[in-house]
T-cell receptor
Framework: EAGVVQSPRYKIIEKKQPVAFWCNPI?????LYWYLQNLGQGPELLIR????????DSQLPKDRFSAERLKGVDSTLKIQPAELGDSAVYLC????????????FGPGTRLTVL | AQRVTQPEKLLSVFKGAPVELKCNYSYSGSPELFWYVQYSRQRLQLLLRHISRESIKGFTADLNKGETSFHLKKPFAQEEDSAMYYC?????????FGQGTELSVKP
């Protein structure tokens, strides 16, 4: 099994441009997470989905960030417009349900905003 | 506030030496704690969790509620243990990660 799939793996854009990241979780995992990882830091949760419902988006900067998981399977995270400070690794993870269960991480998307 | 602190950004030891990666947490309820590891060019993965009370790759971690710590230990470090290690706390339906400790095991 491929595990959690993310694309693209790398993205370089200029500031003020939009960007989107895609994640396909492990089949059967109803919980999906998007994390932000800045250089030298641990991952920080942006948003958590239970099926298609965003149950925790308190850390998502909603003025420029948006996410969706329309059919409760794959998910897209968007930034519009991107700022220099958004340069980071964006991680997607999935689990069978609840943070007590093991989370399986994707390889991440490394975003560079110039 | 819920918080995980890993005081060491880098820990360098020689092969065969004991290793202890420190983790302290702040949490008002009954915590669930984990250690995640990221080897070079690999994705982040679970190493162990405190409720399992198991040893994985020779690593163990004991939850000390009095000291609010969950240190990761291994008696004899191996070169293949070199990686980034993250302590994480499960709270409010999400994982809260520490800043990570890079373990470097020298031959």
């Amino acid at each position: 099994e491929a595990g959690v799939v993310q694309s693209p793996r790398y993205k370089i854009i200029e500031k003020k441009q939009p960007v989107a990241f895609w994640c396909n979780p492990i089949s059967g995992h109803n919980t999906l997470y998007w994390y932000l990882q800045n250089l030298g830091q641990g991952p920080e949760l942006l948003i958590r989905y239970e099926n298609e419902e965003a149950v925790d988006d308190s850390q998502l900067p909603k003025d420029r960030f948006s996410a969706e998981r329309l059919k409760g399977v794959d998910s897209t995270l968007k930034i519009q417009p991107a700022e220099l400070g958004d340069s980071a690794v964006y991680l997607c993870a999935s689990s069978l349900g609840g943070s007590s269960n093991e989370q399986f991480f994707g390889p991440g998307t490394r975003l560079t905003v110039l | 506030a819920q918080r995980v602190t890993q005081p060491e950004k880098l820990l360098s030891v020689f092969k065969g030496a004991p290793v202890e990666l420190k983790c302290n947490y702040s949490y008002s309820g009954s915590p669930e704690l984990f250690w995640y590891v990221q080897y070079s060019r690999q994705r982040l993965q679970l190493l162990l969790r405190h409720i399992s009370r198991e040893s994985i790759k020779g690593f163990t971690a004991d939850l000390n509620k009095g000291e609010t710590s969950f240190h990761l230990k291994k008696p004899f470090a191996q070169e293949e243990d070199s990686a980034m290690y993250y302590c994480a706390l499960s709270g409010g339906g999400k994982l809260i990660f520490g800043q990570g400790t890079e373990l470097s095991v020298k031959p």
